[in-house]
């Protein structure tokens, strides 16, 4: 008798069911090997059939750059959502954000992923940004990677600081005020660029409905065309940088193993357990609303979005054309530069260069800790450059003077600690991005937290 036969009529019906749903689970296990073979040959169209084992450690990549295409997709599903409610006129724009969290079902979880998602990615990213810098992944064959990875990094960045007006209350409107207030100062055409980019000569409905264009076509397209150039550029290079201890024969590329499942398997995990913290902070915490913007009133203080604090609080100490224009000019270019150097030996693989470097990164650190938070404190209290340079120039007495002094110091650091560890250019040039990198995350911590109304220096309490 055939075996079917004796199932009870129920149980084909739910069968049959499932078999219109996953044809591929009722099949035989020959069958349904077929599918998994399927379905693995599509994976493995835009992934390489084998990876160096070594370069699956959690402790190479710390799974960021899969975290970032994760929070990129993210933000692109629940960006779309939003267009269906939001309205990017100041008359509509709070009102229409009110009611989608009051009156759309899952509205305020659906806004929270994407705040949350979006300043999450700001850090994945500059945190992947670093663990690529101090693994040596700019060394060639990857030299261009790191130019498409910083072009990222920007398009993320300005994602992030359109998104910041969309919902038009008055941390928005003003954030983006002074912010946009600063493009002023770049020489020749600051002012042409800024009546540019707020569609007039200052913030308004035109500003906006810009800002919504470009955060919501312009910006993601840019995402869109880099990330697979990015994916493209890394699989040129012959997969990742291996790591390997400072001793060890770089050319060792060890065993390799399969991608599926070793790789993939952990990028699921990655991918999941980061939807889950995102998740379940989207439904603890809200993103913050204020009443809505009002042109007339500026709170006080007046901060930017939370990562151009850091250029907000240098320009409270160096005149706007040195803090808001030749510095980060400065910053961007040598960021450009940098795997362009002649370096004296090819670092790639290894954790900070070498011993040596880890151990002068540290000191560079710790320089910066002292050294920065002693002159924020000094130029609050204690020097008057502008008053005791009576006559020159602003630019002069507070830019120019504090500029070249801070070059100087900078150059001294570099040919001493250099000099001291007898080192390759590769440690001392890293020791000098460790350096003004912390400088610059102190600038951040003390315009974030520690400056209160009128911008004087506060306790936080
Ligand atoms: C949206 C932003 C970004 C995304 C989605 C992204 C994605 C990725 C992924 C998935 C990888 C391979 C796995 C890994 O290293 O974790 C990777 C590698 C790489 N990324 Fe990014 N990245 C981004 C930003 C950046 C930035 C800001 C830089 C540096 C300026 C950068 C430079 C590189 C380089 C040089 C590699 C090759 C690393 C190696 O061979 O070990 N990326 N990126
Ligand atoms: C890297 C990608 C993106 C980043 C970093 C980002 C970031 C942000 C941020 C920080 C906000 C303000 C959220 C708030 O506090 O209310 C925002 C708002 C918004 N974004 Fe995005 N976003 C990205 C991609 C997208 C995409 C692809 C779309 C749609 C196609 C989109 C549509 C919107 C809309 C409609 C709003 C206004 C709603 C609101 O403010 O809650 N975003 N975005």
């Given at each position: 008798m055939p075996q079917h036969e004796a199932v009870p009529e129920k149980v084909i019906f739910f069968r049959r069911v499932r078999h219109s749903i996953f044809p591929g689970t009722t099949r035989s296990v020959k069958g349904r090997e077929g599918y998994r073979r399927f379905f693995n040959s599509l994976i493995l169209h835009f992934r390489p059939r084998t990876v160096p084992e070594r370069t699956l450690r959690l402790t190479l990549t710390w799974g960021l750059g899969g975290m970032a295409v994760v929070l990129v997709l993210l933000l692109m599903g629940t960006g779309v959502l939003l267009k269906f409610v939001y309205e990017p006129f100041p008359g509509k724009a709070y009102e229409s954000i009110l009611h989608l969290q009051r009156d759309v079902t899952f509205g305020q979880l659906i806004?929270?992923?994407?705040?949350?998602?979006?300043?999450?990615?700001?850090?994945?990213?500059?945190?992947?940004?670093?663990?690529?810098?101090?693994?040596?992944?700019?060394?060639?064959?990857?030299?261009?990677?790191?130019?498409?990875?910083?072009?990222?990094?920007?398009?993320?960045?300005?994602?992030?600081?359109?998104?910041?007006?969309?919902?038009?209350?008055?941390?928005a409107y003003w954030a983006i005020t002074i912010s946009t207030a600063m493009l002023a100062y770049i020489p020749g055409v600051g002012r042409w660029l800024q009546v540019l980019i707020l569609g007039g000569p200052e913030i308004g409905p035109a500003t906006l409905s810009n800002f919504y264009a470009i955060h919501t076509a312009i910006l993601p397209a840019i995402l869109i065309i880099l990330m697979p150039f990015h994916f493209w550029r890394v699989r040129k290079a012959g997969g990742l940088v291996i790591p390997h201890s400072p001793r060890?024969?770089?050319?060792?590329r060890g065993e390799s193993v399969e991608t599926i499942p070793n790789l993939i398997m952990r990028e699921v995990v990655v991918a999941l357990v980061l939807l889950a913290v995102i998740l379940v902070f989207s439904m603890l915490f809200d993103a913050p609303l204020e009443s809505k913007a009002n042109p007339g009133l500026s709170p006080n203080p007046t901060k930017a979005p939370w990562y151009f604090v850091g250029v907000q609080e240098m320009l409270m100490h160096f005149h706007p054309l040195f803090s808001l224009f030749i510095m980060p000019v400065l910053a961007v270019i040598l960021l450009l530069g940098l795997p362009y150097i002649d370096y004296q030996s090819d670092t790639a693989g290894v954790w900070f260069a070498s011993s040596k470097g880890r151990r002068m990164a540290l000191i560079a650190a710790l320089t910066a800790i002292i050294v920065t938070p002693a002159g924020i404190l000094a130029d609050e209290y204690i020097i008057d450059l502008a008053g005791r340079s009576e006559g020159l120039p602003g630019a002069i007495s507070n830019g120019l003077i504090p500029f070249a002094f801070i070059l100087a110091a900078g150059a001294g650091f570099y040919i001493l600690i250099k000099r001291r560890y007898d080192a390759l250019n590769n440690e001392a040039i890293q020791a000098i991005f460790v350096l003004f990198l912390v400088a610059f995350i102190i600038l951040t911590v003390t315009g974030i937290w520690f400056r209160g109304p009128g911008m004087k220096l506060m306790w936080p309490y």
């Amino acid at each position: 008798m055939p075996q079917h036969e004796a199932v009870p009529e129920k149980v084909i019906f739910f069968r049959r069911v499932r078999h219109s749903i996953f044809p591929g689970t009722t099949r035989s296990v020959k069958g349904r090997e077929g599918y998994r073979r399927f379905f693995n040959s599509l994976i493995l169209h835009f992934r390489p059939r084998t990876v160096p084992e070594r370069t699956l450690r959690l402790t190479l990549t710390w799974g960021l750059g899969g975290m970032a295409v994760v929070l990129v997709l993210l933000l692109m599903g629940t960006g779309v959502l939003l267009k269906f409610v939001y309205e990017p006129f100041p008359g509509k724009a709070y009102e229409s954000i009110l009611h989608l969290q009051r009156d759309v079902t899952f509205g305020q979880l659906i806004r929270n992923i994407h705040h949350w998602s979006g300043n999450t990615l700001l850090i994945v990213a500059f945190l992947h940004f670093l663990r690529v810098f101090f693994t040596g992944a700019f060394h060639p064959p990857r030299q261009f990677n790191w130019i498409i990875g910083l072009g990222l990094f920007f398009t993320v960045l300005l994602s992030n600081f359109t998104g910041y007006l969309m919902p038009w209350d008055q941390l928005a409107y003003w954030a983006i005020t002074i912010s946009t207030a600063m493009l002023a100062y770049i020489p020749g055409v600051g002012r042409w660029l800024q009546v540019l980019i707020l569609g007039g000569p200052e913030i308004g409905p035109a500003t906006l409905s810009n800002f919504y264009a470009i955060h919501t076509a312009i910006l993601p397209a840019i995402l869109i065309i880099l990330m697979p150039f990015h994916f493209w550029r890394v699989r040129k290079a012959g997969g990742l940088v291996i790591p390997h201890s400072p001793r060890e024969n770089e050319k060792n590329r060890g065993e390799s193993v399969e991608t599926i499942p070793n790789l993939i398997m952990r990028e699921v995990v990655v991918a999941l357990v980061l939807l889950a913290v995102i998740l379940v902070f989207s439904m603890l915490f809200d993103a913050p609303l204020e009443s809505k913007a009002n042109p007339g009133l500026s709170p006080n203080p007046t901060k930017a979005p939370w990562y151009f604090v850091g250029v907000q609080e240098m320009l409270m100490h160096f005149h706007p054309l040195f803090s808001l224009f030749i510095m980060p000019v400065l910053a961007v270019i040598l960021l450009l530069g940098l795997p362009y150097i002649d370096y004296q030996s090819d670092t790639a693989g290894v954790w900070f260069a070498s011993s040596k470097g880890r151990r002068m990164a540290l000191i560079a650190a710790l320089t910066a800790i002292i050294v920065t938070p002693a002159g924020i404190l000094a130029d609050e209290y204690i020097i008057d450059l502008a008053g005791r340079s009576e006559g020159l120039p602003g630019a002069i007495s507070n830019g120019l003077i504090p500029f070249a002094f801070i070059l100087a110091a900078g150059a001294g650091f570099y040919i001493l600690i250099k000099r001291r560890y007898d080192a390759l250019n590769n440690e001392a040039i890293q020791a000098i991005f460790v350096l003004f990198l912390v400088a610059f995350i102190i600038l951040t911590v003390t315009g974030i937290w520690f400056r209160g109304p009128g911008m004087k220096l506060m306790w936080p309490y």
